[in-house]
Every structure is written in structure tokens, then in C-alpha cells.
């Protein structure tokens, strides 16, 4: 840690898992080819010099995927693609006026047409800590590249939107948490990200930054409660007192109120917040009987939808590699280092998930764009290359 509490040495759970440092140079590079530059690629260049992540199940460009794309790019060192897709984030998604003005439109065309008028806040938190790690690895340039400058502005809209009459902001002002929508009256435990909100406590606006403090510890408690003691397991929405949002919903017939879709990235960020943090406030435990209920409890067929506290529905999971990658990556919770041939079965099931994934190739077809992004975030993780920057 240096004089801020900055992690400087990463776990790498395929060390662990007896993967030497060449063979995970050479699957990190066959991951990256295969998702930016071969025929199965997400990522496009647009012109001369921007790009975006297509979500190739919706044909489209979700502030979700571009968000994604320059945090992969700033993990890989891949400065040129950065730009491009933060540029073509800024030019086509970025709302300069209206209701919205300082967020983003959460879906596009690829033609840079807007889809909708409305943000969605994962987009913005993760903007702005690639943002900051961007500044912070390759320097602040001119205009909409000074970085630092832009992740500022995107949190200060996210909290302070609404305060002149008009708009909302992106967290509760009373609980701290972050919302569904700006407006909403319930949350998505997959957008707490307690690990990113510290280090927004130390690089926001001074006056922003004891927001982000208070929002840290928020969700670091928020994550003990959604997750079900016995399951691991949380909803795609919830009440903010962590209980599945079961309530009927104007713009969708979807139940949301199941572990699907959405929900998977709980036990990423969780893993990854302990991996960055070593806070633990009963939130860690849930990877842990997560990959139990998925690795044990349902062995022989995990992926398909659940009831969050683990009743099976005999459905498939639509995005099965993106649970597989999450669980995985929920091993950064396992204190212990792990081992195959461990005695203690939570460090082997724990190992065994990141063997797993090891094994596991990018998915196919159309629905590959959301399995392969928590794929690639999953394998930075695990291999100690997801870092503060």
C-alpha cells in the first residue's frame, strides 16, 4: 500500500493454480486478439479515430460495453482504443442539455443514433474510474482527453444533478446508494462498486469526495445484506434494504427479482473489491457459498435461472460463460491461497472455479458480447492484472 492506502501487489489466483507467467501472457493475448481484432471481435473502429463495443445480442453500443472497453483498455495498456471509444462515448452519448445533461444515453445505434434519452448509472461509475486510472497511467491530455477533468464532471453530475430543480442524481442522498435509474426508488446490487466509490473519496472534486467516502461504506454493508445467507445468491434489483425488487414495472413484463443476468457481477465485485480493499463486513462470505450452490449443490447442470435463495428454475441462464467468469472471479474473496488439492473445500472450490475458467473459451455467437466482457475482466482479475492505476 503506499501513503494512501493504494494497493500496490496483486493476487494472482492462476499462479496459485500452478499457471506460470508465460502461459497466462500467451491466454491474455489470445483473449485480447479475439476480442478487439478478429471476425468475432466486440470492439470496431468507427472512422479515423474513435470505436465502439457493439452488444452483438441488440446490434447496439451500451454505455455498459463502452465503459467496460476503456476499462479493459487502460488495464491492457491499449491507449489508442481508449481514446477512440471514450471519444465516440463523448461525441454520440453524451447529453449536453435536457433533464439528463451530464450523463450519458445508455444505448445507441452503431451508427451513433440514440436509442433512448436516459443514463444508465454502471455506465457512469465505470467512465469514471477508467477515466482516473487513464490520467493516472498515461498523463491528462487537451480537451476531452484531459481525463482527470471528465471523470470529475461525470461524478459531480451523478450526485449533484436535480439540485437546481431539474434532473436527478445518480445516488440516494440519504442512503448513499447508487440507483437503478436516476429517480428510482430501488438499486442493482451488481452496480455497487464500494472498491471504485474509495477511490472516488480520494480523486473527485474536494467537495464530492466525503460523499464518496460515505457511498463506499454504504455498499461494502449494502453487499452483506442483498446476498442470501444461505445461497450466496441476490437479485437483478433490489429494495435497499437488499430484499428482491418484486414490483410490477411500466417498461418491462420481466421478473427481475431472480440470480440472472445482471446479478452475476455481484460476486466479480465483491472479489474484487476484497482483492483492492481487504475490507470484509460480511459481504466476502457470499463467493464462497455462491460457488458452493453453483459448484456443489447444482454440479451437474449450474447454469440456469435461480429463485435467490437457490430454488432452481428449469430455464437456461442466457448468459452461462458470464456466470461461469463472475463465480470465478468471486475466488479473490477465498483468503487462502488456493490449490486443487486442498483439504479445506472452500479453497478448493474455489481453485476449481478458476480452473474453470481457465478451460473455458469466449463464447459464441450472438449473445457473446456481455459473457465475453465479465470474461475478460474475470481473467484480469484472477491474474492479477486488474489494477489500480
Known amino acids: 500500500m503506499d501513503n494512501k492506502g493504494i494497493k500496490k501487489e496483486y493476487r494472482n489466483i492462476f499462479a496459485e493454480i500452478g499457471k506460470t507467467e508465460s502461459d497466462i501472457d500467451a491466454r491474455l493475448a489470445e483473449i485480447v486478439e479475439e476480442f478487439f481484432f478478429s471476425e468475432d471481435r466486440i470492439y470496431h473502429d468507427f472512422g479515423e479515430d474513435m470505436g465502439y463495443l457493439e452488444d452483438t445480442g441488440n446490434h447496439d453500443a451500451r454505455t455498459e460495453g463502452m465503459s467496460y472497453g476503456m476499462m479493459m483498455c487502460v488495464q491492457l495498456d491499449m491507449k489508442e482504443q481508449f481514446d477512440r471509444i471514450w471519444k465516440w462515448a463523448k461525441t454520440y452519448m453524451y447529453m449536453d442539455s435536457g433533464v439528463h445533461k451530464g450523463y450519458f444515453a445508455w444505448s445507441c445505434g452503431v451508427d451513433g443514433s440514440k436509442n433512448a434519452y436516459g443514463p444508465a448509472p454502471d455506465g457512469e461509475e465505470f467512465f469514471a474510474m477508467a477515466l482516473f486510472f487513464a490520467s493516472?497511467?498515461?498523463?491528462?491530455?487537451?480537451?476531452?482527453?484531459?481525463?482527470?477533468?471528465?471523470?470529475?464532471?461525470?461524478?459531480?453530475?451523478?450526485?449533484?444533478?436535480?439540485?437546481?430543480?431539474?434532473?436527478?442524481?445518480?445516488?440516494?442522498?440519504?442512503?448513499?446508494?447508487?440507483?437503478?435509474?436516476p429517480g428510482s426508488d430501488f438499486t442493482d446490487p451488481s452496480y455497487h462498486l464500494p472498491h471504485f466509490y474509495r477511490l472516488f473519496a480520494e480523486w473527485a472534486y474536494e467537495e464530492d469526495r466525503e460523499f464518496f467516502a460515505q457511498a463506499a461504506k454504504a455498499s461494502y454493508e449494502y453487499l452483506a445484506k442483498a446476498c442470501h445467507p444461505v445461497s450466496g445468491m441476490n437479485a437483478e434489483y433490489?429494495?435497499?434494504?437488499?430484499?428482491?425488487?418484486?414490483?410490477?414495472?411500466?417498461?418491462?413484463?420481466?421478473?427481475?427479482?431472480?440470480?440472472?443476468?445482471?446479478?452475476?457481477?455481484?460476486?466479480?465485485?465483491?472479489?474484487?473489491?476484497?482483492?483492492w480493499d481487504g475490507i470484509d463486513v460480511g459481504q466476502r462470505a457470499a463467493a464462497e457459498r455462491l460457488q458452493y450452490t453453483l459448484g456443489v449443490v447444482n454440479k451437474d447442470d449450474p447454469f440456469v435461472i435461480y429463485e435467490v435463495d437457490g430454488t432452481r428454475i428449469e430455464k437456461p441462464a442466457l448468459h452461462p460463460v458470464g456466470m461461469l467468469a463472475t463465480t470465478a472471479q468471486g475466488s479473490l474473496a477465498v483468503k487462502a491461497p488456493l490449490s486443487l488439492d486442498s483439504e479445506d473445500d472452500a479453497v478448493r472450490l474455489a481453485a476449481e472455479w478458476a480452473e474453470r475458467l481457465w478451460n473455458e473459451p469466449l463464447r459464441k455467437g450472438d449473445r457473446r458480447y456481455y459473457d465475453n466482457c465479465l470474461y475478460i475482466f474475470a481473467f484480469l482479475a484472477l491474474a492479477g492484472r486488474y489494477r489500480i492505476w
Request: proline share 4%.
Open 136 to 181: 493516472h497511467r498515461w498523463g491528462d491530455g487537451e480537451g476531452i482527453f484531459n481525463y482527470s477533468r471528465e471523470a470529475k464532471e461525470i461524478l459531480r453530475a451523478c450526485i449533484h444533478n436535480g439540485e437546481s430543480g431539474e434532473g436527478a442524481p445518480m445516488w440516494d442522498h440519504d442512503n448513499k446508494q447508487i440507483l437503478f435509474i
Open 238 to 275: 433490489a429494495e435497499f434494504d437488499g430484499s428482491p425488487y418484486s414490483k410490477p414495472m411500466t417498461w418491462s413484463v420481466d421478473r427481475h427479482d431472480w440470480f440472472y443476468s445482471d446479478a452475476y457481477r455481484t460476486a466479480a465485485n465483491i472479489g474484487l473489491a476484497y482483492e
